[in-house]
Nanobody, 121 residues
Framework: QVQLVESGGGLVQPGGSLRLSCAASRSIGSINDMGWYRQAPGKQREWVAT???????TYEDSVKGRFTVSRDNAKNTLFLQMNSLKPEDTAVYYC???????????????WGQGTQVTVSS
């Protein structure tokens, strides 16, 4: 199991930047996929970005070139650097870890509680 706590959200003007962090309760070095999702008011939660244990990254089309996902395994932390923010990026942002449960031989998803990002002038 792993507990995840996001931070770094807030109010920012269009064109501004924020850096989200997701602190894990244990080592993330053995966790393969970690990612960010977001949920805007009245909408379903959507995938934003993923990073593998090896550092391979993938992004949802609308954030490509603006957002960067990274991980610091030594600090057990996942990051999301968000630049050139737009009003449509407003949402609650969640981090997720896909953890292999050895005893059960299955993957299980663990989520943080979310952090609010509001882009508005």
């Amino acid at each position: 199991q792993v507990q995840l706590v996001e931070s770094g959200g807030g109010l920012v003007q269009p064109g501004g930047s924020l850096r989200l962090s997701c602190a894990a309760s244990r080592s993330i070095g053995s966790i393969n996929d970690m990612g960010w999702y977001r949920q805007a008011p009245g909408k379903q939660r959507e995938w934003v970005a993923t990073i593998t244990r090896g550092g391979r990254t993938t992004y949802e089309d609308s954030v490509k070139g603006r957002f960067t996902v990274s991980r610091d395994n030594a600090k057990n932390t996942l990051f999301l650097q968000m630049n050139s923010l737009k009003p449509e990026d407003t949402a609650v942002y969640y981090c997720k870890a896909k953890v292999w449960l050895v005893a059960a031989s299955v993957y299980s998803d663990y989520w943080g509680q979310g952090t609010q990002v509001t882009v508005s002038s």
